[in-house]
DNA sequence: CATGAATGAGAATTCATTCAT
DNA sequence: CATGAATGAATTCTCATTCAT
């Protein structure tokens, strides 16, 4: 459910499997703490304990090791959001419960927020296209539920909701990277909640 | 002759001064376009349409370029921050005008706005301590005007002053980079002023 | 199987050694020749027959290449010095199988001895300090056999054991880097074992 | 009679010539600091208070600017050398008053013996091939007066003239440079005078 | 004579990727 | 599957020299 919660159930995975995942999670590790372009191949292959040659055997390039660790990363929110939507009774409830989500995950993994604001929006990126098809499906997920609390008439007419569903996400992203030293994990998430029922309703 | 020879040092001065400026804009264009790393000390001064030499001549290193130019912009941002705190009638109306020109200066500037978020937080910068004061400036700015609203009852009671600000700052930094390409510029200032309107009042 | 792979680790081990010791050769050749600052790293990787990316693998930087050879030298040398004076019965006979040992490798390194001279006493160096400890550790065996063939009686009282030692030690290096040229090698040797003879009896 | 004595007759010269000596001053502490190479015409104009501008009015180039110190520094120990070889009543006298001079000049320059030692041998640099003729200058009056010595039986028969010369500058340099700091200006020049007695009668 | 900005060739260093073992 | 040495293109930075003012 977490983003690099994978590796936790590693032990009952083939060694092949795991050796991927030690790699991922070093590449959310250093990328995210360094940016794409300054980390470099042998800073995440020690960091994750393996020899070059194997980090290369399990991805084509560095640029694939970056994909995976978004792809995983924003697959497991999409799908979370989905699952979300499905159970939640209404729209208000049902954005108040992602953006919990969203900003819990976040908080948790100041590395994935750190990667996610300084690369999605990079020009010039094998994976970028596809990645913000990633980040889109979320915001699309976000949108539709604004939309529909503004017809059943439980959020304001006014809203327009894909705006809205991207102020909310940079709001969230900017203030983990912002909060994460700064405030305790419910105390963070209650400001969040609180802002954004106001912005909202 | 102390007048030519003063006039003499004055254009040797402004010719200078011209190249440095020069420097500054095109390392602000390309590095907002593709990040600090990945941009390189061979296209910016290609861009500027100056010599490798003079770029080391004005600056002692790249990361100083972009020192300079991440210096200037929140530099201009904050004089031009502290002007309308003086002007505004009060805390709502300095509130609004701030968010307007920070809206507009995005807008114009989504390179700008590009830098500021991939490279402010990132660790292992030389610059990123002392431009992280200066965002903090920006920050403390609004937050102050917040406050002054709260305390006056012209914004809501429960508002936290620091994270509405932080919150309002990133909001409007993710809209800019993802509207600016899809809404003219009247119409992404005023969903930027309805959104926070309704985020804060 | 264990044995196997011991010999294909035996066998990488040899060829990346190899490739490091190709490295420092060619290191004191060009460095030798052309002094620290004016060597490329370029010509030395050519020089070697290697790429300049295994320069950097085996060496942090140029500076570490020229430490490794200088040590490499001096190392050799203080041990030979400290079995010579085990193996000899007086303190003369130390002195003069030192020189001539001394005498003989800067003969046949004139390029060693030209980067002793050229780098040692240099400001700004990263391994002047190092260096200087190795040569001094030269000095100080000299130095203690001089010590005890005054007291033994063997050399005249009035030698100040350590000046004698620096003043012979230079009074080598400097005549090999200008009679490499000029005189054979064993009549070279016995012109300063003659000279010497006369310094210190 | 000093090396860097010249310098102090400015005040009356034209301020040209003052300017043209400040530089040699100045290239003479920075080359003999870090070594021809290491050192920037940058470094030696801010030393010498100048501009870059006016170092190459002066001088062609920084090769003619380091040819110009060494110049100078030998031409006035050769000229010296000559003044104490005609006022000498013998030549174990004359000798001993050289080598005074020698080391009182190399202790008081100690920069001047670093140019010396580090620059002097070394292949692939424009002035070489003059320097080396003005060291030899040097070499050869010592050596006459060896070989005069040796003639006259004042110097023991069995010396060779010219190696024991060019051993004797060897030894006083590399002492200057070891001692320096560590000896007073008598002590060390007492210390040479016992050495090179012994070495030679 | 003086200034100091500008030039550009070249030097050190980095790093994604490959490949022999 | 695994290792880590090797490659070489790309990148940052330096510096002697020139030249407009």
Redesign the pocket.
Known sequence: MAIASAARAAGKQ???ER?RQLLLDAALRIIGRKGYT?????EIVKEAG?????A??HFK???EMATGVLDAGLGNMAAEFKRIVEEASDAPGALMAMLEFFAAELYDNREFAHFLMTELWRDGRVWSEAMRDRLQELIDIITAQIARGVEEGSLRSTLDPQFSAVSVVGMVVTDAMYYTDLLAKQSFIDHIRAFAHHALS
């Open positions: 083939k060694k092949s050796t300054s980390a470099t191949v042998d393996v020899s070059k040659g194997v290369y055997y390039s560095k640029a």
